[in-house]
């Protein structure tokens, strides 16, 4: 049967817009210029590099039986415990007298005793034999012992034989500190540590969908510029030396050697809505080392206008290096997708408020 020539036209014309013009982002965001590369596929960690600290830093959170552990500790009650006991440093030995005395509270013991067990475990193997003799050691345990490990493969050895050997008052750390969960990165709230780029960048515009899901204790989701690269082989600057931005409500901190500190008269916080950490976000931070500036605007939802939130101006702080995703404590579990990088924008404006 002969058809119209206008309804053949419009067959031919839903046949180039079906094939030209299907989605090449997740519903509700922008599709990103030709220029921007994907940081991420949503299926593997093929492009991110995982910070060892993370499994390897204890923190008070991974006390589950803080007063089992003290008294074990201070009565040498096993090889393991008279061990640590006599490996505490000065600090962490008088907090514990005093704990267990009860002449000092809860939070002095828990943030001493985590900070030398920490650097037990960055220090040569515990393992020992007869030490080591009556604790059920995990197949993985196994394993690194007939590999002989070194740098944060030891370090993860170390931790994990404390983990068998205080079941009852160690919490247990995940394998990995980051994984990919429903198309996202997903912290697994392992502990403190850092996800970082394989790559290295200098002046770049970064736009990446995020959301914050839970945490115990709770904290802002956080993203890290200027940093500094690990070495090689063992562990690198805590929040790898850089500059914290808080996503998505613009929260910030200095971590540079030196520094520490909230970064008073670095950051300009801008005038902007709350925005609710649980919903998905889409951030656009645009970066320049050599200038040491970096400024970020947030769209909630994603596909809406963006509003300015941070900027940082510090010259001396801009530095080449790669960009990280930062677990601030234990505990925190966060999500990114849709993560695109441009090098070398040809606009020093941030695209997505307009």
């Known amino acids: 049967m002969h058809r119209p020539a206008n309804h053949r036209t419009r067959c031919v014309l839903a046949s180039i817009c079906a094939l030209f013009c299907l989605p090449l982002v997740s519903a509700g ?38 007063p089992s ?57 515990i393992y020992d034999a007869q030490r080591f003799h009556d604790v059920l050691l995990r197949p993985e345990i196994r394993e690194l012992l007939s590999d002989d490990p070194h740098g944060p493969a030891l370090m993860r050895l170390n931790r994990l034989l404390l983990e068998d050997a205080y079941p009852a008052d160690l919490a247990k750390s995940p394998a990995t500190a980051w994984t990919v969960k429903d198309d996202a990165i997903a912290s697994t709230g392992a502990g403190r540590g850092t996800l ?28 890290l510029i200027f940093c500094t690269r690990p070495p090689g082989s063992g562990k690198g600057l805590d929040a790898l030396g850089g500059i914290q931005f808080q996503v998505p409500n613009a929260g910030h901190w200095d971590y540079r ?42 769209a909630q939802p994603p596909g809406s206008n963006a509003v300015e939130v941070l900027d940082f101006n510090v010259l001396e702080a801009g530095k080449t290096g790669p960009f990280a995703l930062q677990m601030h404590n234990a505990g925190l579990f966060d999500e990114y997708k849709d993560i695109e990088i441009e090098t070398n924008p040809t606009s020093d404006d941030l695209t997505t408020i307009k």
């Open 29 to 66: 965001q922008t599709r990103p210029p030709s220029n921007f590369v994907s940081l991420f596929d949503g299926k593997t960690l093929g492009d991110w590099i995982q910070d060892p600290t993370n499994f390897t830093i204890l923190s008070r959170s991974d006390f589950t039986d803080l």
């Open 69 to 125: 552990l003290a008294q074990k500790l201070i009565n040498k009650s096993d090889p393991v415990s008279t061990f640590l006991s006599e490996h505490l440093d000065g600090s962490a030995r008088a907090a514990l007298t005093n704990y267990v005395s009860g002449n000092s509270g809860t939070n002095r013991f828990d943030t001493e005793l985590a900070r030398s067990f920490t650097q037990i475990i960055s220090g040569p193997s």
């Open 257 to 298: 050697p030196g520094h520490n500190d909230g970064g008073k008269g670095e950051f300009k916080d801008l005038s902007h809505p709350k925005f609710d950490p649980h919903q998905w976000s889409r951030v656009e931070l645009l970066v320049d080392a050599a200038k040491g500036t970096a400024r970020m605007a947030v």
């Open 196 to 223: 970082y780029t394989a790559g290295d960048y200098s002046r770049y515009r970064i736009l990446f969908t995020m959301r914050h899901r839970s945490g115990k204790p709770d904290h802002q989701a956080c993203v």
